[in-house]
T-cell receptor, first 114, second 110 residues
């Protein structure tokens, strides 16, 4: 499978715990995006990487959120001290990043904070 | 007001009907995407367009840049078309991140 893959697909955690999600983009794609989608809403932009550099962060990304893409390949999104409001689908997308190119999405990680 | 508005929010159709989903946006864009999201969350890109019209199978997408409006049409709808259809735009000068509409939930009854 050469698409965008995300792990895990589902995560249930207790409030206050830390969680980490992983995204493996399509191998030749140098741009990687994280989005968050709450029930009944469209996805909202969280952050974006060009290779290993994190170039843009949304104000939605509070201090409890951190994302990395250490070698410009896979990326991780960590949420510390989870809150019930963090419950959402976390989507990763990648693209070639040259001009107007199509974005390819992963299946998402559904987080439930209880 | 959201930068990307879709209508209708929910749509129920009988199998075989012609379906239209509309998207209006308020920002200058370099591209518009139509995406399909099935239960379970995964998103599939259907079209990316910046002008005119594109067709793929029973799906047709059109865009009018002057009017800041796009439509997604499904001909001869089928129950397997049931999904959420999302319009997303890439604004001019952005780093490529997308601004999404809330989606249109389509249910096609046999």
């Amino acid at each position: 499978d050469t698409g965008v893959s995300q792990d895990p697909r589902h995560k249930i955690t207790k409030r206050g715990q830390n969680v980490t999600f992983r995204c493996d983009p399509i191998s030749e794609h140098n741009r990687l995006y994280w989005y968050r989608q709450t029930l009944g809403q469209g996805p909202e932009f969280l952050t974006y990487f060009q290779n290993e550099a994190q170039l843009e962060k949304s104000r939605l990304l509070s201090d409890r959120f951190s994302a990395e893409r250490p070698k410009g390949s896979f990326s991780t999104l960590e949420i510390q001290r989870t809150e019930q409001g963090d419950s959402a689908m976390y989507l990763c997308a990648s693209s070639l990043g040259r001009g107007n190119t199509e974005a390819f999405f992963g299946q998402g990680t559904r987080l439930t904070v209880v | 007001k959201n930068e990307v508005e879709q209508s209708p929010q929910n749509l129920t159709a009988q199998e075989g009907e012609f379906i239209t989903i509309n998207c209006s946006y308020s920002v200058g864009i370099s591209a518009l995407h139509w995406l399909q999201q099935h239960p379970g969350g995964g998103i599939v890109s259907l079209f990316m367009l910046s002008s005119g019209k594109k067709k793929h199978g029973r799906l047709i997408a059109t865009i009018n840049i002057q009017e800041k409006h796009s439509s997604l049409h499904i001909t001869a709808s089928h129950p397997r078309d049931s999904a959420v259809y999302i319009c997303a735009v890439r604004s001019i000068g952005s780093q490529g991140n997308l601004i999404f509409g809330k989606g249109t939930k389509l249910s096609v009854k046999p």
